[in-house]
């Protein structure tokens, strides 16, 4: 094993993810691990397209969009892929941008409910 390799072990440390998620990112075809007997490792490739999966995910992105960005980033797609993605991305900015905004609003009226209670409390 070379050092820019990382175990199935180190590599869900490295990520902070479980052995059942990297498992299934494999069984999906998002990981493409060295195999070598039953050991698995993970080269610089593999750690690249982790982190492009889990930016993914904290994005809000679903599985098969990850995998169409996962193929951009490879330059395997094409216009239309890559048209696609944007329209994705576009969409989900969309609606983190609503969540955003409701969440602000639960927070304003939190912060208001707090302060009459508080202002109550100091009669």
């Known amino acids: ?11 869900c440390a490295e990520f902070d993810v479980t052995p059942r998620t990297l498992r299934y990112y494999e ?3 998002l990981l493409q691990p ?3 007997g039953r050991s698995r490792f993970y080269g610089p490739r593999e750690r690249a397209r982790m982190k492009l ?5 904290k994005f809000g992105f679903q599985l098969e969009d ?4 996962l193929l951009i980033y490879e330059n395997e797609g094409t216009d239309a892929q890559m048209r696609k993605w944007i329209a994705l991305a576009d969409g989900q900015l969309a ?3 609503e969540e955003r905004a409701q969440l602000d609003d639960a927070i304003a009226e939190l912060k208001r409910l707090r302060d009459t ?6 009669r």
């Open 1 to 11: 094993m070379t050092s820019d390799r990382l175990t199935f072990k180190e590599m």
């Open 95 to 97: 609606q983190l941008a």
């Open 27 to 29: 069984y999906i075809e």
């Open 53 to 57: 999966i889990l930016r993914g995910r």
């Open 34 to 36: 060295d195999r070598e």
């Open 117 to 122: 209670t508080a202002a109550a409390l100091k």
């Open 66 to 69: 990850i995998r169409q960005w």
